[in-house]
């Protein structure tokens, strides 16, 4: 049977495309369930020619939903239409989060403040440093880049194998930030106190380049936003290197925490208690 609560109180969803493998209600319900309050959320997946309608929907009030998380393919569309995307979003040109007031849908992004507020967690005073690599031009790099900008780092140097990428996401955020092609990483490296790997070289099992991270400050943070493996190859290198490292674990989380506090009310906390049932959860798959 189901909970009771969930009948009731507000609703919540994440869509994407696929969908059914996303963990987010795992930590929303357990949010749920640890401050006892009534609700609900769950995967809900759109198609991609008809996430317009889903949107159309949720402005009308007849999908019943409250908000919801956004995630690939459809961060671009959930910002363009939104009515009331934030500053985040109009400069990244994409939303994770919506949630209505009063009948108009907002919209922000909070991929950059997960990450953030995980090195603040695991690494207090990861931000001391002025000059970061982000290694990868995605589109998960762009709200990394915004946030260790906006934290105060003086240079970020973006390296990736297509410098045409890089050099987009340079003219998007600023004089701060500088592009490079591949072979430039080990000369940009030197003095830096902050890597981030933003590409999903390592991901589940994949092999990995070797990287010599010796060129960095000797009191360097590795991170990387890959949580499968909790411990990637570009982290165990950069470990046995003798570095601090950060998985990428923590920004699932933290990513999480503005979104629940706007449809159900109040501000949840990332313990280890969530951190252990989500690694649990990693291992029996």
Do not use: C
């Not at 499968?228 to 989380?253: R, Y």
């Amino acid at each position: 049977m189901d909970d009771s609560r969930e009948t009731f109180g507000p609703k919540a969803f994440v869509t994407g495309f696929p969908i059914k493998h996303s963990r987010s209600p795992l930590i929303h319900g357990y949010w749920l369930k640890t401050l006892g309050l009534p609700g609900s959320y769950r995967a809900h997946e759109v198609a991609p020619d008809a996430f317009a309608d889903f949107i159309v929907s949720l402005k009308d009030g007849s999908s019943g939903f409250v908000g919801g998380n956004v995630t690939i393919p459809h961060k671009e569309l959930a910002f363009r239409l939104a009515d009331r995307p934030d500053q985040l979003s109009q400069e990244l040109g994409a939303s994770n989060t919506l949630w209505l007031e009063e009948g108009v849908l907002h919209a922000t992004n909070t991929d950059g403040r997960g990450f953030t507020a995980n090195l603040d967690e695991r690494h207090p005073g990861w931000d001391r440093h002025e000059t970061a690599v982000v290694f990868g031009a995605g589109g998960a790099s762009r709200a990394i880049i915004q946030a260790v900008r906006d934290r105060g780092f003086k240079e970020i140097h973006v390296v990736n194998r297509t410098v045409e990428r890089a050099r987009e996401l340079a003219d998007r955020f600023g004089p701060r930030v500088h592009a490079h092609p591949a072979g430039a990483l080990a000369e940009v490296m030197n003095g830096a106190g902050l890597f981030i790997n933003t590409t999903s070289l390592g991901m589940d099992g994949e092999a990995a380049p070797q990287l010599d991270f010796m060129a960095l400050a000797a009191n360097a943070v590795v991170t990387d936003i890959v949580y499968i493996p909790l411990k990637t190859p570009i982290l165990a290198q950069a470990e046995e290197q003798g570095f601090s490292i950060v998985d990428g674990l923590g920004m699932l989380l933290h990513q999480a925490v503005p979104g629940f506090e706007k449809w159900f009310g109040k501000r949840p906390v990332v313990d280890a208690a969530l951190r252990g049932l989500i690694v649990a959860d990693m291992e029996s798959h």
